[in-house]
């Protein structure tokens, strides 16, 4: 049982470039979401899934795109990479029990 | 909206001593309050959670917390620090405990130094 997988763990963009940060999960969750950690702020929710083909903005969405083709799969498209989105980005899922389960993480340098 | 106010971004505890973690929280709702870890490099673990039963919860890893409702606070306890329990822990507040789809809001988190 993996539980939610990450990749990559770590990359560095420039400034204007575009990626996909990937996340799967294998644990039948509907609910999948994506949070940056800054130092000193915590996480804060970028966008949330409660089933595919159902997405929703957090509280940081700007710069960032998500869809939800399948259950397993949550991907992270930043559009236009800026510095301000130098960050650890975590996705998490939750299958209704009050528990999420995070993956270990994408460190995400933009020069 | 909730929010969530963790007391002190840095703690140091000597191993052996009493760790105490500070949480204050709001929320417009009966609250479901989560206290999870984070360990150098890896994602964020759930030590415990409270939804509304018991006001003392347990948790892995000797750990506990109080539900003050009077007070709103949830502060993490242990009472004996281990070298282990070096990492960083995050206070989250939600809405909802069961449905999915419930959106945690997290605290600032507190970074628990433990010295030999």
């Known amino acids: 049982n993996a539980g939610v997988t990450q990749t990559p763990k770590f990359q560095v963009l420039k400034t204007g470039q575009s990626m996909t940060l990937q996340c799967a999960q294998d644990m039948n969750h509907e609910y999948m979401s994506w949070y940056r950690q800054d130092p000193g702020m915590g996480l804060r929710l970028i966008h949330y899934?409660?089933?595919?083909?159902?997405?929703d903005q957090g509280e940081v969405p700007n710069g960032y795109n998500v869809s939800r083709s399948t259950t397993e799969d949550f991907p992270l498209r930043l559009l236009s990479a800026a510095p301000s989105q130098t960050s650890v980005y975590f996705c998490?899922?939750?299958?209704?029990?009050?528990?999420?389960?995070f993956g270990s993480g994408t460190r995400l340098t933009v020069v | 909206a909730q929010s969530v106010t963790q007391l002190g971004s840095h703690v140091s505890v000597s191993e052996g001593a009493l760790v105490l973690l500070r949480c204050n929280y709001s929320?417009?709702?009966?609250?479901?309050l989560f206290w999870y870890v984070q360990y150098p490099n890896q994602g964020l673990q759930l030590l415990l959670k409270?939804?509304?039963?018991?006001?003392l919860v347990k948790g892995i890893n000797g750990f506990e917390a109080e539900f003050k409702k009077s007070e709103t606070s949830f502060h993490l306890t242990k009472p004996s620090a281990h070298m282990s329990d070096a990492a960083e822990y995050f206070c989250?507040?939600?809405?909802?405990?069961?449905?999915?789809?419930?959106?945690?809001?997290f605290g600032g988190g507190t970074r628990v130094l433990v010295k030999p």
């Open positions: 409270y939804t509304s039963a018991a006001t």
């Open positions: 899934s409660v089933g595919a083909g159902i997405t």
């Open positions: 989250a507040v939600s809405d909802s405990a069961w449905a999915a789809g419930n959106k945690l809001t």
């Open positions: 929320s417009s709702v009966p609250p479901y």
């Open positions: 998490a899922s939750e299958g209704g029990q009050g528990g999420y389960t």
